[in-house]
C-alpha cells in the first residue's frame, strides 16, 4: 500500500508561493534606490560591479524603485504576519522552530551528510534540524528586513528604532545584509529543493508527498 | 473524501490515479495564480501615471504620506549631534540656483492664497534674522541615500508663521516655496513646515550661506529628504490647495518625510 500524506497546510502553500514573487519585487527595487548611493563591498568586490547595473537596467531608476518598494512593502508584511500567525495558530510551528539546543548539533549534522562526508541523518519529523533553524531564522530576519526599513524609512518619526541599529546609516547597512542573507538563503534553498526531488518539489504545491511505498 | 485529510491510504494503483488527479488539479491552480499575479504586476507597474509614477503606485505613495503625516509630532525629532561629528556634504542639485543673481537685491515674496494670488508681503533679510535665531547640528538625509550632519542657523519657519499669521487667523493646510526664477518649487504640509526643526536658515556650519547651498535663504527642514530643503527662496505662499512640487511630478512620492 502507498500512503498520500498531507505534508504542507493550503494556507502555508499560499502564504510561500506569495513570498516568492514579493521578496524578489522587495529585493529588485531594493537594488533600484541602492544604485543611487551604491557604497558597500566585501574587499575589492564591490556591490554592485558596473556591469552589473548595465547588464538589467538599473541606472537612474531611484524614483520607480521608491514607488515599487513602498507599494509592495504592504503585502510582503501583511503576508509574513499572516503566515507567522497561521503558523502559531495551526500548531504548525511545533514542526518549524527547534525544540531544543540539540537542533545545532543535529544541524550540523545534516551539513555533512549533505556535503557527503556523514552517512547516516539524524532523526527528524517533518523537517530536520537544519531546516527548523534556517526556515525559523528567515522569519527572523523578515522582521529585521522590516523594521531596520522603517528606520530608514521614518529615522526621526522612528528615531529610537534608528538608534537601535546604530543610527541612520547602520539601519541602511543592517537592511542590506539581511537582503543579501535571503539571497543566499534562496541559492541554498533552490539547491537543496533541487537535490531532494520532484516528490518533495511537488508536495510543496499540492500539499501531498508520497510516503511508505510498498509494506 | 475531503481534500483536508491528513493521510490518504490507497492501493498502489489508486494511489497512482490520486497523486496524478491532485497534481494535475495543483499545479493547474499554480499556474492559474501565476498568470493572476502576473497580470496584478502588469496593472500595477502599466497603468496610467500621474505625474510619472502608475495611478496605482501614487495612490499608494500618497496613502503612506497621509499615515505619516497623520502620525508626525513636534516631538518626532531628528538627533541632534555635537558639531565635531560635523562632515562635509555635497552639492547636489542647481535648479533654479545656477543663474546670476545679487543677493544683495534679494527680496521674499510672500503670498496667501491660490497660485496667482498676488504677495502681500515683501521682505528683506533683516526681517528674518529680525526673527529668534536658531542653530540645530543635526543629520540632511539625502534622497539617494546619503547622509550628513550638518550645522544649520536660521529662523523657525513657526516663528515666521506666527508672526505673519497672527493666532486666530485661518492657517492653510500647505506651504508652496519656489526659487526666485520658480525653476524649483517645493510643495510642504503645514505639520511639517511648523515643526520644531523647520528653519528658513542662513547659515552653515556658522557661516554665511554658501551660494551654492542656497544664498541668502534656504529651508532646512530635516523631518523631510534634502528634496524639499529647498535654496534660494524667492517667494513663499500658504495654501489650502496641495502645492506642485518639483521632484513629486517626477515620480517621487510628494510627501517625501521622514
Not at chain 1, 89 to 113: I, M, N, Q, T
Amino acid at each position: 500500500m502507498q500512503k498520500l500524506k498531507l505534508k504542507h497546510l493550503l494556507a502555508i502553500r499560499w502564504f510561500h508561493w506569495i513570498n516568492v514573487p514579493l521578496l524578489f519585487l522587495m529585493i529588485w527595487s531594493g537594488i533600484l534606490i541602492y544604485w543611487a548611493y551604491p557604497i558597500y563591498s566585501l574587499g575589492p568586490l564591490h556591490f554592485f560591479p558596473k556591469w552589473f547595473y548595465s547588464l538589467f537596467g538599473i541606472e537612474q531608476r531611484l524614483a520607480e524603485g521608491m514607488a515599487l518598494h513602498f507599494f509592495f512593502m504592504w503585502l510582503f508584511v501583511v503576508n509574513g504576519i499572516a503566515y507567522v500567525t497561521y503558523t502559531l495558530a495551526s500548531g504548525e510551528w511545533r514542526y518549524l522552530v527547534p525544540r531544543s539546543w540539540s537542533a545545532f548539533r543535529d544541524a550540523w549534522h545534516v551539513a555533512l551528510h549533505d556535503l557527503r562526508l556523514r552517512k547516516d541523518l539524524p532523526p527528524q519529523d517533518k523537517y530536520n534540524a537544519a531546516q527548523q533553524i534556517t526556515y525559523t531564522a528567515i522569519i527572523v530576519m523578515g522582521a529585521g528586513s522590516v523594521l531596520s526599513g522603517l528606520a530608514i524609512y521614518k529615522p526621526a518619526q522612528l528615531s529610537w528604532l534608528a538608534m537601535l541599529f546604530g543610527g541612520y546609516q547602520g539601519a541602511r547597512a543592517v537592511h542590506f545584509l539581511l537582503a543579501a542573507g535571503f539571497v543566499m538563503f534562496f541559492v541554498v534553498h533552490i539547491v537543496q529543493v533541487a537535490l531532494a526531488g520532484w516528490n518533495n518539489f511537488r508536495s510543496m504545491v499540492i500539499g501531498y508527498d508520497v510516503v511508505g511505498d510498498h509494506d | 473524501m475531503t481534500n483536508r485529510r491528513r493521510e490518504i491510504v490507497l492501493s498502489d494503483n489508486e494511489a497512482q490515479h490520486e497523486l496524478a488527479r491532485r497534481t494535475r488539479r495543483g499545479f493547474l491552480m499554480a499556474g492559474l495564480a501565476a498568470v493572476g499575479g502576473f497580470g496584478a504586476y502588469e496593472w500595477i507597474t502599466k497603468a496610467q501615471q500621474v505625474d510619472n509614477a502608475p495611478w496605482p503606485q501614487r495612490k499608494v505613495l500618497d496613502l503612506n504620506g497621509r499615515i505619516s503625516h497623520a502620525y508626525l509630532s513636534d516631538s518626532h525629532l531628528m538627533p541632534e549631534y555635537p558639531k565635531s561629528k560635523i562632515s562635509p556634504i555635497k552639492v547636489n542639485g542647481d535648479i533654479g540656483v545656477s543663474n546670476d543673481f545679487d543677493p544683495g537685491a534679494w527680496r521674499l515674496q510672500v503670498a496667501n492664497g491660490a497660485e496667482d494670488a498676488t504677495p502681500l508681503l515683501t521682505l528683506s533679510m533683516a526681517d528674518i534674522a529680525a526673527l529668534p535665531k536658531i542653530e540645530m547640528t543635526t543629520l540632511f538625509c539625502c534622497i539617494e541615500g546619503w547622509s550628513v550632519v550638518q550645522s544649520w542657523a536660521g529662523a523657525r519657519f513657526s516663528d515666521f508663521t506666527k508672526k505673519y499669521f497672527p493666532p486666530g487667523q485661518h492657517l492653510p493646510q500647505y506651504v508652496y516655496m519656489a526659487t526666485p526664477d520658480e525653476d524649483y518649487y517645493v510643495g510642504l504640509d503645514m505639520k511639517s513646515v511648523l515643526h520644531p526643526q523647520t528653519l528658513l536658515a542662513y547659515e552653515r556650519n556658522g557661516q554665511p550661506l554658501e551660494r551654492e547651498h542656497g544664498a541668502p535663504l534656504r529651508l532646512i527642514i530635516p523631518v523631510k529628504y534634502g528634496i524639499k530643503n529647498i535654496k534660494r527662496i524667492g517667494l513663499i505662499r500658504y495654501t489650502d490647495d496641495r502645492p506642485d512640487d518639483y521632484w513629486a511630478e517626477e515620480g517621487y512620492d510628494w510627501f517625501a518625510g521622514l
